[in-house]
């Protein structure tokens, strides 16, 4: 029987020690689903040594060996103590598809580089005329002896800027249903021919890039799954890209920093926490997290029976997103004119001088903004909506 209070304190023990001061400030800082670049990957090194780098993991490819309990509580603590977060698309998405569908020498050769922060992936899948409609991707991968020659583009690739390995849905045959001629191929960053091209977004900042292939060799061995059947594979990661999200934790951060918000922001002689408009905002939100919340376990508890959460996550990724959403109002709300001044110095956690804005309105803009992706990332709400109308309510 596992004494979950126990494992809570070591977690946060660990916590209290490895997470400098630095590295606090990079998750204070965190607007999006990215931190700091420098700071995501000072962490991963930390939590590799530390053997906790992919609570996810089966132990025998060097997980911790956690319940689900266990990894909710890690996580938790993680985002409470403003941890910054690690490019996760190959720990999170990638990794487990190696486990089911790689080679032995995929395994070998991928894995352990992923834990390091040895490579670090981005994910490939949309293109300009392929994103909800993902099937009619064109990048195409012709076969020309033990090589694929990759032509195309992808766009709003997370990360590629910094990232050393992409995995790619390529089209290798077009006579075929859209579905059946996609396969999944791993891709060095560093081969000829590839050009990696930053996307500023509204917020100053770069996360998401376009990357264009012309005439890139790709050794056939970088395929993972049977050629043709990378369809398969790529549901199978998109599952994981959606359901692995605990929305509930991020949701009781962002209340924690809208109660201090609130407490820091004059009312007349009184502040925000005594305006009777205001709290009951909040306090609809803080039912609508209790709500999310119980799903949530509902869905833990499904899994933990060895169920799958199936069109469920589709359910939570709506609300969670959403709610998010109407919290990034609130605290903008809140901050009022403070939320104007652009502060991309100041975001970055290694800055020293004056920001222009009080501390608790630092991040407010940069937030909302980045924030209004969440509903478009990882499957629009509006094909959520559809999955949930279809699936879960049987229309
Ligand atoms: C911040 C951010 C990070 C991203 N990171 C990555 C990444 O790392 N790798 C990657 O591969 N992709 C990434 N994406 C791309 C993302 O997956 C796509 O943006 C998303 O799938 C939507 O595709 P689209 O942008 O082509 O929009 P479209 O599919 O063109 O949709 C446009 C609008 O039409 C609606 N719509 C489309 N089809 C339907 C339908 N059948 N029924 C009802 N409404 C519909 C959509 O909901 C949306 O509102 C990222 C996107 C963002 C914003």
Redesign the pocket.
């Given at each position: 029987m596992i004494d979950y209070e126990n494992f809570r304190k070591s977690v946060r023990d660990f916590l209290a020690e490895a997470l400098t001061p630095e590295l606090r400030r990079a998750g204070e800082l965190t607007t999006?689903?990215f931190s700091d670049f420098k700071a995501a990957l000072a962490w991963q090194k930390k939590l590799h040594a530390q053997g906790w780098i992919a609570p996810d993991w089966p132990s025998e490819f060097g997980g911790p060996g956690w319940d689900i309990q266990q990894r909710y509580i890690f996580q938790e603590e993680c985002k409470l103590a403003n941890a910054p977060s690690v490019v996760m698309?190959g720990i999170q998405m990638l990794g487990p598809m190696l486990m089911h569908y790689g080679t032995e020498e995929q395994k070998q050769h991928y894995l352990p580089r992923m834990l390091s922060g040895e490579d670090i992936w981005?994910?490939?899948?949309?293109?300009?005329?392929?994103?909800?409609?993902?099937a009619s991707l064109k990048t195409s991968a012709i076969r020309d002896g033990d090589d694929f020659i990759v032509n195309g583009t992808?766009?709003?690739?997370?990360?590629?800027h910094h990232a050393n390995q992409i995995f790619c849905?390529v089209r290798t045959d077009k006579d075929v249903k859209p579905q059946a001629g996609i396969s999944f191929l791993l891709i060095d960053l560093e081969t000829a021919g590839i050009t990696i091209t930053p996307i500023v977004?509204l917020d100053g900042q770069v996360?998401?890039c376009q990357v264009f292939f012309d005439a890139v060799r790709v050794p056939c061995a970088n395929l993972l799954g049977a050629e043709n059947d990378g369809w398969s594979v790529a549901k199978s990661l998109l599952e994981f890209e959606r359901g692995g999200h605990n929305f509930t934790i991020d949701v009781k951060k962002q209340l924690r920093k809208i109660h201090d918000q609130t407490k820091l922001t004059p009312w007349g002689e009184k502040t925000r926490a005594d305006d009777p408009v205001f709290r009951h905002r909040l306090a609809e939100a803080e039912i609508d997290a209790i709500a999310l919340e119980q799903t949530e376990l509902r869905i833990k508890g499904t899994v933990e029976a060895g169920g799958n959460p199936g069109a469920l996550s589709s359910l939570v990724k709506v609300v969670g997103t959403e709610l998010g959403q109407r919290l990034n109002e609130l605290s903008m709300d809140l901050v009022g004119p403070a939320a104007s001044p652009q502060c991309l110095d100041a975001l970055d956690p290694y800055y020293e001088g004056d920001a222009p804005v009080p501390d608790h309105a630092l991040t407010a803009m940069a937030e909302y903004i980045?924030n209004?992706?969440?509903t478009?990332?990882?499957?629009?709400?509006?094909?959520q909506?559809?999955i949930i109308a279809k699936k879960v309510l049987g229309l």
């Open positions: 999006s689903v698309m981005c994910q490939g899948y949309s293109e300009p005329g392929a994103g909800s409609d993902l992808k766009i709003w690739t997370s990360m590629a849905l977004s996360e998401q980045n209004r992706a969440a478009i990332y990882g499957g629009t709400a509006e094909i909506r559809t």
